[in-house]
């Protein structure tokens, strides 16, 4: 069972920087595809970043050129930069494989993002 935990979200002033890490159970980048989705309160789950098992990365129109994702293979670890952050970034931060062969999916507990004056 692939297990996936998050760390490094903390409460940060708008325009600070974080990266948020997810550590993997076992090594699964070439075989699924990675995600990070965050919840704020009163509102639904959005994906803001999306890797592939070609390496190829996307991002929510709201965080694009602010967010970047990125893996370190040899370290099972799949990472969330973000720049520039601003009170709307406020949010439960979880990481997400999912297996594109049979749909199963993977998540992490999630780590607190707190934006604010």
């Known amino acids: 069972q692939v297990q996936l935990v998050e760390s490094g979200g903390d409460s940060v002033q708008p325009g600070g920087s974080l990266r948020l890490s997810c550590l993997a159970s076992e090594n699964i980048f070439s075989i699924y595809d990675m995600h990070w989705y965050r919840q704020a309160p009163g509102k639904q789950r959005e994906l803001v970043a999306r890797m592939t098992t070609n390496g190829s990365s996307s991002y929510a129109d709201s965080v694009k050129g602010r967010f970047t994702i990125s893996e370190d293979n040899n370290k099972n670890t799949v990472f969330l930069q973000i720049n520039n952050l601003k009170p709307e970034d406020t949010a439960v931060y979880y990481c997400?494989?999912?297996?594109?062969?049979?749909?199963?999916?993977?998540w992490g507990p999630g780590t607190q993002v707190t934006v604010s004056s």
């Open positions: 997400n494989g999912r297996f594109p062969l049979t749909g199963a999916m993977a």
